[in-house]
T-cell receptor, first 112, second 113 residues
Framework: QKEVEQDPGPLSVPEGAIVSLNCTYS??????FMWYRQYSRKGPELLMYTYSSGNKEDGRFTAQVDKSSKYISLFIRDSQPSDSATYLC????????????FGTGTRLKVLA | DTGVSQDPRHKITKRGQNVTFRCDPI?????LYWYRQTLGQGPEFLTY????????KSRLLSDRFSAERPKGSFSTLEIQRTEQGDSAMYLC???????????FGEGSWLTVV
């Protein structure tokens, strides 16, 4: 079993829809949780960063962390065709290893 | 541009040849990382530098791979005697002392034929 599981998709939604992207993990030591967006043949771009459990909002994006369930989510409101990309979750323990563990990424397509 | 810069962006090489990738991190970022990403997978950690010191290497980094960061500025990742299984995107990232997140470059695509 991988440390971080992420549904690879693809996920297709109409423009304006609310998108929910999720990751589960097995290592309870993870404390830092990130979401990256990656366009085709480009490097990952940091979207959201959260520490421990709770919610964080930034514009149309909301990140949620539920450590008790080992489950994190990214919500995208009013999705746009420009949101079409692969979304990667990443996690890091507090041990200071500075090594991120990534999910496989979920491909999202927002249809105009 | 003040982001992480990688060069070359694309490289096609014949099996058995050596290739070298360069990474210029964000200015004043003392931590530099190399990751590898294959199609349909997330990035996988390869190695990590703090200033010029290589502090950790993944078991994914075989003896054919070597990374350096002379003077704690730019870094190079060399792959010797390339194999088809080395075909991937090699990502560089950097991080500052006060940051808790890493910032990636655009990646260097390697195709071994």
């Amino acid at each position: 079993q991988k440390e971080v599981e992420q549904d690879p998709g693809p996920l297709s939604v109409p423009e304006g829809a609310i998108v929910s992207l999720n990751c589960t993990y097995s290592n309870s030591a993870f404390q830092y949780f990130m979401w990256y967006r990656q366009y085709s043949r480009k490097g990952p771009e940091l979207l959201m960063y959260t520490y421990s459990s709770g919610n964080k909002e930034d514009g149309r994006f909301t990140a949620q962390v539920d450590k008790s369930s080992k489950y994190i989510s990214l919500f995208i409101r009013d999705s746009q065709p420009s949101d079409s990309a692969t979304y990667l979750c990443a996690m890091e323990p507090t041990s200071g290893t500075y090594k991120y563990i990534f999910g496989t990424g979920t491909r999202l397509k927002v249809l105009a | 541009d003040t982001g992480v810069s990688q060069d070359p962006r694309h490289k096609i090489t014949k099996r058995g040849q050596n290739v070298t990738f360069r990474c210029d991190p964000i200015s004043e970022h003392n931590r530099l990382y190399w990751y590898r990403q294959t199609l349909g997978q997330g990035p996988e950690f390869l190695t990590y530098f703090q200033n010029e010191a290589q502090l950790e290497k993944s078991r994914l980094l075989s003896d054919r791979f070597s990374a350096e960061r002379p003077k704690g500025s730019f870094s190079t990742l060399e792959i010797q005697r390339t194999e088809q299984g080395d075909s991937a995107m090699y990502l560089c990232a950097s991080r500052g002392d006060s940051g808790n997140t890493i910032y990636f470059g655009e990646g260097s695509w390697l195709t071994v034929v």
